[in-house]
């Protein structure tokens, strides 16, 4: 049929095409013919192709008996009955092991199915554990070290570094001062003198963190 197809009729062309059209109508309707009969030919090879298969295959394990199968059985039954009945058990028989390896089969990829699905979930659960774990880790860290520097602030001065620096200046200064009268005086020995200028500089520091907290709370009480 691909070889007659290529040997279809060319429609004619140019100036003398009009007068080839008929010759040309006729060699189309002669081909279509021939095609025609040839499809019909394959057809009846095609069905008679599927009989033959029908008669020569086997049946699968939850098919009937196929033509053949009938047909040797019958043929069997008439010869030799008792070779007939030891055949159609056989065929049962594979059947029936045929069916048995198709359910361990499904029952297999189920199995490995159900295997995956437990795994996934085993996965998850892992990585919601670690993440858990690591978010946890993370707090008492950052716990701990807010924890650190709030005893490292609770160890140190009130003060700000600006305020603390101003405040040790001045009373470094008024030290100073009182300890040079002391000594022009002269009223006291040198290690009397230190201990007194160390009391007026604390005095002094006393002072500035009473008034920096008096400060603080009269913002406090302002702001509410």
């Given at each position: 049929?691909?070889?007659?197809?290529?040997?279809?009729?060319?429609?004619?062309?140019?100036?003398?095409?009009?007068?080839?059209?008929?010759?040309?109508?006729?060699?189309?309707?002669?081909?279509?013919?021939?095609?025609?009969?040839?499809?019909?030919?394959?057809?009846?090879?095609?069905?008679?192709?599927?009989?033959?298969?029908?008669?020569?295959?086997?049946?699968?394990?939850?098919?009937?008996?196929?033509?053949?199968?009938?047909?040797?059985?019958?043929?069997?039954?008439?010869?030799?009955?008792?070779?007939?009945?030891?055949?159609?058990?056989?065929?049962?028989?594979?059947?029936?092991?045929?069916?048995?390896?198709?359910?361990?089969?499904?029952?297999?990829?189920?199995?490995?199915?159900?295997?995956?699905?437990?795994?996934?979930?085993?996965?998850?659960?892992?990585?919601?554990?670690?993440?858990?774990?690591?978010?946890?880790?993370?707090?008492?860290?950052?716990?701990?070290r807010l924890e650190a520097a709030g005893r490292q602030a609770a160890m140190q001065s009130p003060?700000?570094?600006?305020?603390?620096?101003?405040?040790?200046?001045?009373?470094?200064?008024?030290?100073?001062?009182?300890?040079?009268?002391?000594?022009?005086?002269?009223?006291?020995?040198?290690?009397?003198?230190?201990?007194?200028?160390?009391?007026?500089?604390?005095?002094?520091?006393?002072?500035?963190?009473?008034?920096?907290?008096?400060?603080?709370?009269?913002?406090?009480?302002?702001?509410?």
């Open positions: 049929m691909r070889t007659h197809d290529h040997a279809r009729p060319q429609e004619p062309a140019g100036l003398l095409a009009s007068f080839k059209r008929a010759a040309f109508e006729q060699a189309v309707t002669a081909w279509q013919g021939v095609r025609a009969g040839l499809e019909k030919r394959f057809l009846q090879l095609r069905n008679r192709l599927n009989v033959i298969g029908e008669y020569t295959r086997r049946a699968g394990p939850y098919e009937l008996a196929t033509r053949g199968e009938k047909l040797a059985e019958r043929k069997a039954e008439q010869a030799r009955p008792e070779l007939a009945e030891n055949f159609r058990q056989v065929i049962e028989r594979e059947k029936a092991a045929a069916i048995e390896r198709n359910r361990a089969k499904i029952a297999e990829r189920q199995q490995q199915r159900q295997e995956r699905t437990r795994m996934k979930q085993e996965s998850i659960e892992e990585l919601k554990q670690r993440t858990d774990a690591n978010r946890a880790r993370n707090e008492q860290a950052e716990r701990n003060l700000d570094p600006a305020q603390k620096l101003d405040v040790d200046q001045a009373a470094s200064t008024q030290a100073g001062n009182v300890a040079k009268a002391l000594n022009e005086l002269g009223a006291k020995p040198e290690k009397t003198k230190e201990e007194r200028a160390k009391e007026i500089l604390d005095q002094f520091r006393a002072k500035k963190a009473k008034e920096r907290e008096d400060n603080d709370r009269g913002r406090g009480g302002n702001s509410r």
